[in-house]
T-cell receptor, first 114, second 111 residues
Framework: DVKVTQSSRYLVKRTGEKVFLECVQD?????MFWYRQDPGLGLRLIYF???????EKGDIPEGYSVSREKKERFSLILESASTNQTSMYLC?????????????FGPGTRLLVL | SQQGEEDPQALSIQEGENATMNCSYK?????LQWYRQNSGRGLVHLIL?????REKHSGRLRVTLDTSKKSSSLLITASRAADTASYFC???????????FGRGTSLIVHP
């Protein structure tokens, strides 16, 4: 079974802190994604990566950066956390197949910024 | 931007009844996927149907796709309380690696 893990289920941070969310997948997938999910807004893509050291902005990249130094690991970084970044963060991976095939999601990290 | 839109937004039924939820989309697709999300958890892939397929089954799930109407439906037969979750459709198009998700249908199955 594909397994996508996220470093924390729940996280509480203070405004202005630098926050790292880690995601690891064990299926040798080329593509990895970071979404945030908010009530009424559905899933919104923050960044995705199609290869090591490669990244593309999604729909809402402002306030975020990412790092992919190894194929299995994709990190989301909040440079200076703000209260409007309180949300559920979901990581996903998928194989390199054009046409957007199945995504495999991690369990999510619920982040609260105070 | 969201391409898939689920309908209804919320659905409440009794255990044993069937649940039907629909997804409409706007542009041509390669495939359409359905996912389930239990409260506070990640999304779990349920089924993928390709644009040249009309119907697909997986256990108690039945998915149909009508590309002429740009719509899909997910039927859960003989529902159980454990089916309580949010259900999302996602469309895959062209050469993109990124599926486009709808906002989901919230299903509650009362025991």
């Amino acid at each position: 079974d594909v397994k996508v893990t996220q470093s924390s289920r729940y996280l509480v941070k203070r405004t202005g802190e630098k926050v790292f969310l880690e995601c690891v997948q064990d299926m040798d997938h080329e593509n990895m994604f970071w979404y945030r999910q908010d009530p009424g807004l559905g899933l919104r893509l923050i960044y995705f990566s199609y290869d090591v050291k490669m990244k593309e902005k999604g729909d809402i990249p402002e306030g975020y950066s990412v790092s992919r130094e190894k194929k299995e690991r994709f990190s989301l970084i909040l440079e200076s956390a703000s209260t409007n970044q309180t949300s559920m963060y979901l990581c996903a991976s998928s194989p390199e197949v054009a046409g957007a095939e199945t995504q495999y999601f991690g369990p999510g990290t619920r982040l609260l910024v105070l | 931007s969201q391409q898939g839109e689920e309908d209804p937004q919320a659905l409440s039924i009794q255990e044993g009844e069937n649940a039907t939820m629909n997804c409409s989309y706007k542009t041509s697709i390669n495939n359409l996927q359905w996912y389930r999300q239990n409260s506070g958890r990640g999304l779990v892939h349920l089924i993928l149907i390709r644009s040249n397929e009309r119907e697909k089954h997986s256990g108690r799930l039945r998915v149909t796709l009508d590309t002429s109407k740009k719509s899909s439906s997910l039927l859960i037969t003989a529902s159980r309380a454990a089916d309580t979750a949010s259900y999302f459709c996602a469309t895959g198009s062209g050469g993109s690696y990124i599926p486009t998700f709808g906002r989901g249908t919230s299903l509650i199955v009362h025991p």
